[in-house]
Structures are given as structure tokens and as C-alpha cells.
């Protein structure tokens, strides 16, 4: 199973981003995808996540209406639109699959419920 994280960078504080995570080796649309995202001196943090056929999403309010998770199982890729990033969004970004063989939407937030992650990929917003 591989979770490749891709799209971080150094922006200014206002400015967009979107990552990308395609992962390989698992049903992809049998898994609920996440965001999480870990600060220096910080536990990682959950961000958003996303049901396995992305018709429900879930956001920590500090980034609901700034930032959209979204998937596409053909790609086998889920993304996160960030808009509007202010310096304290600056943190390593990973994503993150949760086993989710469920007819009803079970969105979960501690970083231990995972099955697997990618290597994160980093986020500096300057201001």
C-alpha cells in the first residue's frame, strides 16, 4: 500500500494551494480519505475527510469554508483545495485511509483510527 502526497509548497498568506494524494494497492473507493496536518511542537491535526464514493465530507471547523476535500476513484487520487491560507496553515500535510466498508457515512478524526499514510508533503504560508 503507497499514499503519495504531493502539491505542498512556500505561498503568501491569501494565496491557494491544492495537494494531491494518489494511492495504490488498496480498493481505493473502500476507503474514507483524509487530511491531517502536523505543526512543528504539534500532534498531527485532522483536517477533513471524505466518504469512499465522495458524496459526504466531513471539515474541523478551522478549515471548513477555506478548504475542500474532494476524490476521484478513477485516479485513485483524493485532493484538498486550500484557498485563502493564513501563516498558522503552515504544517507538514498527509493523508490518511480509513477502512470503510459501510453504507452509512462514518467520518473519524483521531489520527490513530487510520490504516495507512502517506510521507506528507510541506506547507509554508508566509505573511
Known amino acids: 500500500v503507497q499514499l503519495q502526497a504531493s502539491g505542498g509548497g512556500l505561498v503568501q498568506a491569501g494565496d491557494s494551494l491544492r495537494l494531491s494524494c494518489r494511492a495504490s494497492?488498496?480498493?481505493?473507493?473502500?476507503?474514507?480519505m483524509a487530511w491531517f496536518r502536523q505543526a512543528p511542537g504539534k500532534e498531527r491535526e485532522f483536517q477533513a475527510v471524505i466518504s469512499g464514493r465522495g458524496g459526504s465530507t466531513y471539515y474541523a471547523d478551522s478549515v471548513k469554508g477555506r478548504f475542500t476535500i474532494s476524490r476521484d476513484n478513477a485516479k485513485s487520487t483524493v485532493y484538498l483545495q486550500m484557498n485563502s491560507l493564513k501563516p498558522e496553515d503552515t504544517a507538514v500535510y498527509y493523508c490518511?485511509?480509513?477502512?470503510?466498508?459501510?453504507?452509512?457515512?462514518?467520518?473519524?478524526?483521531?489520527?490513530?483510527?487510520?490504516?495507512?499514510w502517506g510521507q506528507g508533503t510541506q506547507v509554508t504560508v508566509s505573511s
Open positions: 494497492g488498496i480498493t481505493f473507493s473502500s476507503y474514507n
Open positions: 490518511a485511509a480509513d477502512w470503510a466498508p459501510y453504507v452509512t457515512f462514518r467520518p473519524s478524526t483521531p489520527a490513530d483510527d487510520y490504516h495507512y
